[in-house]
């Protein structure tokens, strides 16, 4: 085992009516090469969909919160990940956290779904919806995602995703963004544009995934996102501190 990765833990998330399947191979990535890694299951997920619409944003976080604060009394540093509304758990964190750096995967911060300015009027005639699940483009896989959204829960996520916006400022750490090339769930470019005007960090990777949709830890791309993300939280543990690795201006790469 690595001596420099033994002692970094990462607190790796999920998203948004998910379950633990879509990030399972990252994680068991990063275990394989010495990171300590928690996956916690967020609150309403991997159930059935009306329990998820009894859940607020804040239990999602504090799961995550949670899973990030045993790896803090047991590692020497954490780092924070996530997919899709993961990333935003992640992001959030590190506005609140001293995590050492954070790599997002698709990560959703805007809801590009025009309705979403009436889910609070909707979540009291409206149940649920279709969901968007499963947007992989390699055949056979299956993030195990709900087929119906609540739009209670709808509504919680577009709370968490202003209220992690309005944080960002205060995220430093260094940031990797993994951003697919075609993403139906995280349509547009204004969640990473939110990124790039308001994260208080000024190391920002980002990294394009030609061959992958959405869920891209799954994926085609799904071995460069395991590798690439393994190689920058070396680099930041193998670092004196987060900020010895510099300032730099936002840069982009290419699996």
Not at 1 to 16: D, K, R, Y
Not at 106 to 120: K, Q, R
Not at 175 to 198: C, M, N, P, W
Request: glycine share 6%; charged share 20%.
């Amino acid at each position: 085992m690595n001596s420099v990765t033994a002692t970094v833990g990462v607190a790796l998330s999920h998203g948004f009516t998910g379950s633990l399947a879509s990030v399972t191979p990252w994680a068991d990535a990063l275990r394989s090469e010495g990171f300590r890694v928690a996956t916690p299951l967020l609150p309403g997920h991997g159930t059935n969909w009306a329990d998820l619409a009894k859940r607020s944003w804040r239990e999602w976080y504090d799961a995550y919160e949670s899973a990030y604060l045993e790896l803090a009394a047991e590692c020497h540093i954490v780092v924070a990940a996530g997919l899709s509304m993961g990333g935003a758990l992640a992001l959030r964190l590190a506005a609140l956290h001293p995590v050492a750096a954070v790599a997002v995967v698709n990560p959703a911060l805007v809801v590009d779904d025009p309705l979403s300015s009436m889910t609070g009027v909707m979540r009291y005639a409206v149940r649920a919806v279709p969901a968007i699940g499963n947007d992989i483009k390699r055949p056979g896989q299956d993030e195990q995602a709900y087929d119906r959204v609540p739009v209670t829960a709808a509504h919680q996520l577009k709370l968490l995703f202003r209220d992690t916006v309005s944080l960002l400022p205060r995220a430093t750490a260094p940031l990797q963004v993994f951003r697919s090339a075609v993403d139906h769930v995280v349509k547009s470019e204004r969640s990473v544009g939110a990124i790039t005007r308001y994260y208080g960090g000024s190391d920002i990777r980002f990294v394009r995934l030609p061959d992958s949709y959405h869920v891209a830890t799954l994926d085609n791309d799904a071995g460069a996102i395991f590798a690439r993300s393994a190689e920058f939280f070396r680099e930041i543990a193998t670092a004196s501190s987060p900020a010895s690795v510099g300032d730099t201006e936002p840069t982009e790469e290419h699996a």
